[in-house]
């Protein structure tokens, strides 16, 4: 069920904004100081959080051809230019 409120636009520094609801903010997660993102849908505004960057253990878990051992160092060649070796 659709719940309509509405809050008053307020001047923010050059811009405009509006406090969102303490009840909006615990059911999407949103913590103080964290990037939302918008989107119009004609005379609708969108708001949600920003999707969570990946962690480095997200990344390596998504490594489908790798066993959890290192690959084997590649053979670049012999330096061609001022390489640092």
């Known amino acids: 069920?659709?719940?309509?409120?509405?809050?008053?636009?307020?001047?923010w520094g050059a811009g405009l904004g509006v406090l969102?609801?303490?009840?909006?903010?615990?059911?999407?997660?949103?913590?103080?100081?964290e990037y939302v993102e918008w989107k119009t849908n004609g005379?609708?505004?969108i708001l949600r959080?920003?999707?969570k960057s990946p962690t480095l253990?997200?990344?390596i878990a998504d490594c489908?051809?790798?066993d959890g051992n290192?690959?084997?160092k590649f053979d670049w060649g012999k330096p061609v230019?001022?390489?640092i070796l």
């Open 20 to 33: 969102l609801p303490m009840e909006f903010v615990k059911s999407t997660g949103l913590k103080d100081k």
């Open 1 to 11: 069920m659709e719940q309509v409120n509405s809050k008053k636009i307020m001047k």
């Open 57 to 59: 253990d997200d990344l």
């Open 43 to 45: 005379d609708e505004l």
């Open 49 to 51: 959080p920003m999707p």
């Open 64 to 66: 489908h051809d790798w």
């Open 81 to 83: 230019g001022r390489e």
């Open 70 to 72: 290192p690959p084997e």
